[in-house]
């Protein structure tokens, strides 16, 4: 081998050793670390968004005891009726007109409900548009 072939063979492959040079002198790089393919999160189960059908609700103390009867001993005594517009006013004077259960201090029924305890007639209850004798205004 020539002088010359040598030169032009070193010619030839000089940029290749340059590009190698570079690369050996270039700063390390770490590859990013390996995506770790973890399986999808199992679905969320969502509400059913469709409402329940309404249902009417009961009155609190409804059906929870027997209604007094008008006929009772205690009711004839107070002038009990079941509806207040029936109160007997010729013998009991006391009534006015709205006066009723519903509206009475002694009345333990919730406002709304159709009937209620009444501490004068024990384990029953009251139309909450009855009335009696003793009816007193709430404070
Ligand atoms: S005391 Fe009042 S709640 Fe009780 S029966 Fe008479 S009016 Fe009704």
């Known amino acids: 081998m020539s002088a010359d ?3 032009r063979r070193f010619i030839e492959i000089m940029p290749f050793a ?7 002198c270039s700063p390390k790089v770490e590859p990013p670390p390996a995506v770790v393919d973890t399986p999808p999160p199992p679905p969320v189960a969502m509400p059913d968004p469709t409402p329940a059908p309404a249902q009417e609700p009961a009155p609190a103390t409804a059906g929870t005891m027997p209604l007094v009867e008008e006929t009772e001993t205690q009711a004839v005594a107070l002038g ?3 509806d207040h517009t029936r109160a007997d006013t010729v013998k ?3 009534y006015v007109a709205g006066n009723q259960c519903s ?6 029924g ?3 409900d159709t009937e209620g305890p009444c501490p004068l007639f024990p384990g ?8 009696c004798n003793s009816w007193v ?3």
């Open 5 to 7: 072939s040598t030169r």
């Open 18 to 24: 340059g590009v190698a040079l570079l690369a050996a």
């Open 80 to 82: 009990y009726v079941a």
């Open 92 to 94: 009991f004077k006391s």
């Open 103 to 108: 509206n009475c201090a002694l009345y333990l």
């Open 110 to 112: 919730k406002s709304g």
């Open 124 to 131: 029953k209850h009251v139309a909450a548009v009855g009335w």
């Open 137 to 139: 205004k709430k404070a």
